[in-house]
């Protein structure tokens, strides 16, 4: 099964901050997992 | 694909072990980077088995979500709403879509379990007319355990008659 949503790839280690969420909010697309477990891994990279 | 954001009136554990109690799992616990072992700050994400394209539905659902979860942060329960990821481990705790079906029909069900606190949810309201116009749900326990030919395995029909076998107890467990 494949999930389909909207992300910003960039990822972050930190909480991003006023400037940072702007531009993520800026730049959404939709993206693809093949399974839960991948979009695990991304959210683990800090993708919004 | 919904979530709820836990700031605050519920650890992670009862978050997740509320909605087992319907026999169901959430899909993905996650803290966020604001967390901390004094303050506990989490996600909550249910992965559905198809896409709402209709917002009065999806809104619908969410409501139902913020009945049975009412620790959630109401702030973050906008459409349009984007959620950081996380600098801490995802946990994984169920890598399979959950049925639509199953999960409204807990979420309109009268019963009342592990912390859960009574839902005042409008069943009449567009989205849920949506929802069952377009077959994604028979809301009454009822009405699921008549519509078994639906159901898509041995494990759904199973549900639906613990579902049954749950209205006509009277007992809350």
Same mark, same amino acid.
Request: proline content about 7%.
């Given at each position: 099964m494949s999930y389909k949503f909207t992300a910003n790839t960039t990822t972050y280690n930190r909480k991003p901050n006023k400037k940072e969420a702007a531009k993520i909010s800026n730049n959404m697309e939709s993206v693809y997992t093949d399974s839960i477990e991948d979009f695990s891994e991304d959210l683990g990279k800090g993708i919004s | 694909m919904m979530t709820l954001d836990f @700031?605050?009136?519920?650890?992670?554990?009862?978050?997740?072990?509320?909605?087992?109690?319907?026999?169901?799992?959430?899909?993905?616990?996650?803290?966020? %980077?604001? @967390?901390?072992? @004094?303050?506990?700050?989490?996600?909550?994400?249910?992965?559905?088995?198809?896409?709402?394209?209709?917002?009065?539905?999806?809104?619908?659902?969410?409501?139902?979500? %913020?009945?049975?979860?009412?620790?959630?942060?109401?702030?973050?329960? @906008?459409?349009?709403? %984007? %959620?950081?990821?996380?600098?801490?481990?995802?946990?994984?705790?169920?890598?399979?879509?959950?049925?639509?079906?199953?999960?409204?029909?807990?979420l309109e069900s009268d019963k009342i379990k592990n912390g859960g606190r009574l839902r005042k949810i409008a069943p009449e309201t567009t989205g849920a007319a949506f929802l069952r116009k377009d077959g994604f749900s028979r809301s009454s326990y009822y009405n699921i355990v008549g519509a078994t030919s639906k159901a898509r395995n041995e494990q759904q029909i199973e549900y639906y008659e613990k579902l049954k076998k749950n209205k006509d107890s009277k007992e809350i467990d």
């Open positions: - | @700031d605050a009136g519920i650890t992670p554990q009862a978050a997740v072990e509320r909605m087992q109690a319907y026999d169901i799992t959430p899909n993905q616990l996650y803290p966020t %980077f604001s @967390d901390s072992p @004094d303050k506990r700050k989490f996600r909550l994400t249910f992965v559905l088995d198809r896409l709402i394209y209709n917002i009065d539905a999806r809104n619908y659902l969410m409501d139902s979500l %913020f009945a049975m979860y009412p620790e959630a942060d109401r702030a973050c329960k @906008d459409p349009a709403h %984007f %959620f950081y990821g996380t600098d801490k481990p995802v946990q994984v705790l169920n890598d399979k879509a959950l049925s639509l079906d199953i999960l409204l029909s807990v």
